[in-house]
């Protein structure tokens, strides 16, 4: 809930810019009448429309003849780039928004660490935060060995999102033809490089917590799904979560420098919990069915302040 008094003493930036490949998704349009409340004007940006102008005298960003510039901020929901090309322009794109003056939420260097796995991985450990053991390689042999090694286990992708390629090795049969596995994969999904994790056997369910400058706003348990993955894109079913997992969930935010974060946690069987991943666009429809206050109005307050 937004209170008016709070409103009305509350210093707001004017403008903020909705960075996004789906304008009309519900994500988009709830914030956008959150903004509106806080009277911040919105604009609705779609990646491959923006225009980067550059010469010796000065370098411009565009949008429908819209000088981006002027923005306050510019809130990423989706980086929405497959094609190398696009998604170095886009990266690009962000670094010359925070170049002339725009806040970028999150930060490019958090966005681009977060789109990494291995990265994300990476800083997760140094931040001494329980991850499975793991093996990140090239190599379809030192792959195909720790399949051997730590069957069952699971396979993952070096980028992607929404549960997206990650798969469960547990099958005899994909064992024994283990080789044509990993390069079927890589075909599909991993591009030639290899994240092998130890499995992590849950109760059923893993959760989400959705952390914003340092704070959980939101929790939940995703119970089910297709597959290894319990993401609410693979029919993973929203739950109340009572298990508290600030610590975890907090730290992990801080670990890769994100202002807004999903954070992935993982308990086994025996009351272990295991962070999995971090999430720099991470959306909220699941969380929202379990939340008893809107998330797009707490997000539109925290990021509109100034």
Request: proline share 3%; net charge negative; with cysteine.
């Amino acid at each position: 809930m937004i209170l008016l008094g709070d409103n009305l003493t509350t210093q707001r930036i004017s403008k903020i810019g909705l960075f996004t490949s789906d304008p009309w998704s519900r994500r988009a349009i709830s914030l956008d009448e959150a903004f509106n409340r806080l009277d911040v004007e919105v604009f609705h940006i779609l990646p491959w429309k923006v225009l980067r102008w550059g010469s010796t005298e000065k370098h411009e960003i565009t949008y429908d003849g819209l000088d981006l510039t002027e923005l306050d901020v510019l809130f990423i929901l989706d980086l929405g780039a497959n094609d190398i090309g696009a998604f170095f322009n886009r990266v690009g794109l962000l670094s010359a928004f925070t170049e002339l003056g725009v806040d970028v939420i999150n930060s490019v260097s958090s966005i681009l660490l977060m789109r990494n796995k291995a990265e994300t991985m990476r800083k997760l450990i140094s931040a001494g935060l329980p991850v499975p053991k793991s093996l990140i390689t090239e190599s379809i042999e030192d792959s195909a060995e720790f399949v051997r090694n730590n069957f069952p286990c699971v396979l993952k992708p070096i980028t992607g999102f929404g549960g997206m390629g990650v798969q469960l090795i547990h099958r005899d049969f994909d064992l024994d033809h283990i080789y044509d596995y990993l390069k079927f994969h890589s075909q599909l999904f991993g591009k030639g490089a290899f994240i092998l994790q130890e499995f992590v056997e849950s109760p059923g369910y893993d959760i989400r917590a959705l952390v914003i400058d340092g704070e959980v706003v939101s929790s939940m348990k995703r119970v089910g799904g297709e597959g290894i993955t319990n993401n609410i894109h693979a029919g993973g079913i929203p739950e109340k979560n009572d298990i508290d997992v600030t610590d975890l969930a907090v730290r992990a935010a801080e670990s890769v420098k994100g202002r807004i974060v999903g954070v992935d946690i993982i308990p086994d069987k025996i009351g272990n919990f295991w962070v999995l991943e971090a999430n720099a666009t991470p959306g909220w429809a699941g969380l929202q069915q379990v939340t008893d206050f809107d998330i797009s109005n707490r997000i539109a307050d925290i990021i509109s302040r100034k």
